[in-house]
């Protein structure tokens, strides 16, 4: 499947079964496939979260999908490319269902305060420069994630009686991601983006509790910085958290 993108085309890859959409991704960046790559699987053996933690769903339930990005930015801006498919991916979400989650950082997207889809992106180098983004998300379509883990799925949260097709889905995220995708390329689009990531997240303005290796925060969750971290005011003043180093973050 081929869809039209920012001037170039999402190639779309849809897989009956793959160990992770990332690490396919992944390796074939690596071989030097183009911008635009697409790989979309029904099934993940070995779907993957941040810090070494699983991405679980059952077959064909729910949209796992990840994304080949060759932006031209710096490594401190990969996290715009994280909030760009979070972004587009509530557009679609809104778009489908009617739904609109919102952002929680780093990388969740929450309807209800509940997980709808989680967002993975790892950094490709060459000789120190950046030279791909792997973007990975599973939106829960029809399975809200195992037990205990306080997530939820459209085709429970939707306004419509409908199913939720995944392949619509994807095309919507595709098409919302393609009209962003230039703002990466200049440092005038990375503030635009910023800015509208800045407004759609729920955490800002929270008090929050922040796990982190071996130490626990509590504040405010004040601002996000240009770099993507987390500005919070605690009792003994203002902490900035990188996306990279958080275990948990939970209201305070
Ligand atoms: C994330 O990690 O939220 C990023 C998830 C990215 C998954 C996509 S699927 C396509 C692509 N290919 C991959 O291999 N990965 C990406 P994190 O914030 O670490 O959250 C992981 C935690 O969420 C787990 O430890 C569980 O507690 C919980 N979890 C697992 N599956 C879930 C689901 N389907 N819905 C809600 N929560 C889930």
């Known amino acids: 499947m081929v869809s039209a993108m920012w001037g170039g085309e999402w190639q779309i890859r849809w897989l009956d079964e793959v160990d992770s959409t990332n690490t396919s991704v992944r390796d074939q960046a690596r071989q030097g496939a183009a911008e635009g790559l697409v790989v979309v699987a029904d099934q993940q053996t070995a ?82 420069t950046l030279v791909a983004v792997i973007v990975g998300i599973g939106i829960n379509v029809a399975w809200p994630g195992p037990d205990g883990a306080g997530g939820t799925c459209l085709d429970d949260v939707g306004a419509t009686a409908q199913p939720v097709d995944r392949r619509v889905l994807l095309e919507r995220m595709l098409g919302a991601l393609g009209a962003r995708r230039a703002l990466l390329d200049d440092a005038s689009g990375r503030r635009v983006l910023a800015d509208e990531a800045r407004r759609r997240c729920a955490t800002l303005g929270q008090v929050i509790r922040v796990v982190l290796p071996g130490e626990e925060l509590t504040g405010l969750a004040a601002a996000i910085d240009d770099e993507g971290r987390l500005v919070v005011e605690t009792a003994s003043g203002p902490r900035r958290v990188t996306a990279g180093d958080v275990v948990h973050l939970r209201p305070g």
């Open 47 to 128: 779907g993957r979260g941040r810090l070494d933690r699983t991405w679980e769903s059952p077959p064909g339930a729910n949209l796992l999908a990840s994304v080949l990005l060759r932006p031209q930015c710096e490594a401190a801006d990969v996290h715009l490319c994280t909030e760009a498919v979070a972004l587009a991916a509530a557009d679609a979400c809104r778009e489908v269902t009617g739904v609109e989650p919102v952002l929680k950082w780093p990388n969740d997207l929450l309807v209800g305060g509940r997980k709808l889809a989680g967002v993975l992106a790892e950094a490709e180098f060459s000789g120190g």
